[in-house]
């Protein structure tokens, strides 16, 4: 197995400030401290196309006299000290985008059209979008998670209009330090929208369940892993041994001719159109998740055996610690007290040898060549499988498949003790950004999260079934017990008789809401005002 | 320990059916490179490390391909590569495809026997640089006139004018759709159902020695004759 080097002393290549000041704020920041977020999801009249072109234009970065703008990356590259009262992103659906760039009827083709046919790889998963049958069936958007199902919690605003046949067109991401501050500034935006303008249909927000803003309704601590984009990375390259993800899979690049030479890094692997460029897309996910049940299942064997059981299942201990370098107890206390070094080790880990910096090293169970502390089925490793290799499609450290997720709780906080509390609507809301939604998103989805059999190295009982954060859904057809089980390694993992099996796996998250959104960059958005396009320079 | 018979099959363990009749551009003889890029795609699944390329890396588990076969309807006196008998049935075996507006066609059968599903098939060939610039040579032979227009972006056209393969997987996924007459849903009656590529390679509880005997790149095989059945018979 070959072993990545170690990173360079610093990122080759740098973005210049034009880049940040093109790009939204979203694709490289989590917003971190703006724990208080409110999604809103609007509908565009056909009669009213040219009054939302004329908000795309007040939207723009420093436009005189408007009362919010999108937030692009330039801040956090400035490095200034005075921090924004709120961030604020917009994504614009297939259907949106075909009106904001629709042409008089006799013109054709559209400025969609042409954006779509320079840029098929990009857009083809976006024109059908999240809601056709194909992609559903593809992302595991089955049985109670299907379309005809979505929309139908208590955000849902248009009530007297049937969801899934309601144009869903626009989506802001509002993030604010204080519930105060979001309802302010996104009383602000409403009123800037106006009334005769986009009609909102959907509306959700995401509080935070601990100060930090840092914990989901399992309990986990989230948002530990993302990719350190080059060029783009914050992080000290001295310490962190995250490989470096291209940016070209996080902010679309203009297309170039392309000569194949294994020597050089890989292209893009699209071609975009320059309306595209500095943009990226993503997947809006409503997704409730069922804390009674996941309490339950961790909880079969005993309360004693409940977090191991919970490490096993995500890969990472409940406080983050992965349990590839500690798989008895979590460390992130003893971790993160330490030097500043230490704060890189919730990241520092592989699963087929060490990572440079990884500590402390990992005792490993049984045979070393298999990092079975970590299982196979659990989510982060099938997620990000790292440097393991024997996982189909991974011959790059996983870059090629990487998102980005910018997804928060909503929902009130799961208490055990009250029982009405397990038919609260609660989970996880946010967007899965990367540029190629079918070989990122969709890939993950389908050949990693929802199937098993995805690699030669894992002899676990039942090949990985289900990811278990997810469970399966229910099926016409008897489940074999290999999809409703998780098993997990407790020694050597050649023998069957090592592995501890839980029966009975759970549907843990149901899809209640999915979009796909074109994430446009400042020069697109500023397109839009007008509904036009860059012309192609060849 | 007693193992239960397989009753379900997950799609990963599925094997389907690819059933390619591919219009290709008519020529006097069969073009070199149209013969180099069958072998050198062969090659490439049995591990071989190509020209240029950084290691030979195992595509078996990704392609999840178990069987393929090629086979060319060529003009008059040129042998195909399909290892068609000495004595030809009284009829064609495929029919090339209708003239189109520029002129006839020839046509390039490929079939084949995989894993999983049709995307991440394709997709393991389109994921690396070398396989698709084999994949490249195979659309640069194709003639699609009338079939779809070269501003359509599944084109064969319109993929090698916009980076080839590599940049355009899934119109590459919908060009191979439009000429496959094989349900890609559709599982085919395996003899030993769910014996996939991953399970017979599996790093332990695989088949026995499965990376010693299929390495890679894979060793040359001698292939002992084979005895020919009877020859039809004579009227008397």
């Known amino acids: ?56 234009g007040k939207l723009v970065p420093g436009t005189a006299g408007s009362a919010l703008t999108i937030s692009a990356a330039t801040r956090w590259f400035s490095k200034q000290t005075t921090k924004p009262p709120y961030r604020l992103n917009l994504g614009v659906t297939n259907t949106g985008l075909k009106k904001l760039l629709s ?45 005809a199902l979505w929309w139908k919690s208590a955000g849902w605003i248009l009530k007297n209009q049937d969801p899934t046949k309601t144009d869903l067109d626009l989506l802001f991401s509002l993030y604010a ?65 995250r490989p470096k993800v291209a940016s070209w899979h996080f902010m679309i690049e203009e297309t170039k001719p392309i000569q194949p030479n294994p020597k050089l890094p890989p292209p893009p692997n699209y071609t975009a159109h320059p309306f595209l460029k500095n943009g990226s897309f993503a997947a809006f996910r409503l997704l409730a998740q069922d804390v009674k049940r996941f309490e339950d299942f961790i909880n079969q064997k005993g309360p004693k055996q409940a977090e191991l ?39 520092n880990f592989d699963y087929v040898s060490p990572a440079q910096h990884q500590e402390p090293k990992p005792a490993p169970l049984g045979n070393p060549d298999i990092g079975q502390a970590c299982p196979y089925g659990a989510h982060v ?45 609660r989970g996880l809301v946010g967007l899965f950004i990367g540029a190629d939604l079918s070989n990122q998103f969709e890939f993950l989805m389908n050949t990693w999260v929802t199937n098993g059999h995805f690699s030669t190295g894992d002899n676990s009982p039942n090949s990985s079934g289900y990811d278990p954060l997810f469970g399966p859904p229910p099926s016409e057809l008897p489940l074999p017990s290999s999809l409703t089980e998780f098993s997990y390694c407790v ?31 400042i020069s697109a958005l500023r397109h839009l005002s007008s509904g036009t396009i860059p012309s192609v320079t060849q | 320990m007693s193992t239960a018979p397989i009753t379900y099959l997950t799609t990963p363990e599925q094997q389907h059916l690819l059933f390619l009749c591919l219009p290709l551009k008519e020529t006097p003889s069969l073009p070199k490179p149209t013969v180099d890029l069958v072998s050198a795609l062969g090659s490439m699944l049995a591990g071989k490390q190509l020209d240029g390329a950084p290691t030979a890396f195992d595509s078996r588990p990704a392609t999840g391909v178990h069987f393929t076969m090629s086979f060319a309807q060529w003009a008059p006196g040129v042998n195909p590569w399909f290892p068609a008998p000495s004595l030809p049935p009284p009829f064609p075996i495929f029919q090339v495809p209708p003239p189109s507006s520029k002129g006839k066609r020839n046509l390039l059968v490929v079939m084949a026997i995989y894993d999983a599903d049709f995307g991440p098939y394709i997709g393991a060939f ?15 032979n194709l003639d699609e006139t009338d079939f779809v227009s070269d501003d359509d972006p599944t084109s064969a056209v319109n993929i090698l004018a916009n980076n080839g393969t590599y940049a355009n997987p899934d119109a590459l996924v919908q060009l191979l759709m439009r000429y496959n007459h094989a349900d890609p849903t559709a599982p085919i009656t395996a003899i030993f159902p769910g014996l996939t590529d991953t399970k017979i390679l599996k790093t332990s509880g695989g088949y026995p020695d499965a990376n010693q005997l299929w390495p890679l790149p894979q060793a040359k095989i001698a292939f002992a004759p084979s005895v020919p059945p009877p020859k039809p018979r004579q009227p008397l």
């Not at chain 1, 490289?28 to 072109?53: C, E, H, M, S």
């Not at chain 1, 370098?325 to 919730?346: A, D, F, R, T």
């Not at chain 1, 993992?493 to 839980?502: F, I």
Request: net charge neutral.
């Open chain 1, 381 to 425: 490793r099938r997620a990000n499988p790292r440097d393991d290799e024997s996982v189909i499609g991974n011959a790059d450290m996983a870059s090629a498949h990487r998102v980005l997720r910018r997804a928060r709780p909503y929902g009130p906080p799961y208490n055990p003790k009250d029982p009405k509390s397990a038919q609260q609507d």
């Open chain 1, 309 to 347: 059981i919970a490490s096993k299942m995500a890969g990472r201990w409940r406080d983050g610690t992965p349990i590839e370098v500690s798989p008895n107890k979590p460390e992130n206390k003893h971790l993160l007290g330490q030097s500043l070094l230490n704060q890189y080790h919730l990241n």
């Open chain 1, 491 to 521: 020694g050597d993992p050649a023998h069957p008789a090592d592995y501890e099996t839980l029966p009975g796996l759970p549907q843990l998250i149901l899809t209640k809401g999915g979009l796909y959104v074109f994430l446009p960059s």
């Open chain 2, 126 to 140: 389109t994921n690396s640089q070398a396989f698709s610039a084999l994949l490249d040579l195979v659309l640069l």
């Open chain 1, 103 to 147: 042409s008089p009827a006799d013109i054709r083709p559209t400025n969609y059209e042409t954006v779509y046919n320079k840029s098929y790889q990009l857009m083809n998963r976006f024109d059908v979008g999240a809601a056709d049958p194909n992609t559903a069936l593809r992302v595991g958007d089955t049985g109670p998670s299907a379309p």
């Open chain 1, 177 to 241: 330090p204080s519930a105060k501050e979001r309802d302010k500034w996104s009383g602000k935006l409403m009123k800037m929208i106006g009334s005769n303008s986009a009609i909102l249909a959907f509306q959700q927000d995401s509080d935070p369940l601990d100060p930090a803003g840092q914990k989901i309704h399992f309990g986990y601590r989230d948002g530990i892993s993302q990719p350190r984009i080059e060029g783009f990375s914050e992080a000290d390259p001295e310490l962190d041994d």
């Open chain 1, 1 to 56: 197995m070959k072993k990545k080097t170690s990173a360079p002393k610093s990122d080759q290549a740098t973005a210049a400030q034009a880049d940040y000041d093109d790009i939204q704020g979203l694709l490289v920041n989590g917003y971190r401290g703006y724990n208080y977020i409110r999604f809103l999801i609007f509908t565009i009249p056909d009669a009213n196309i040219q009054v939302v072109r004329d908000l795309c």
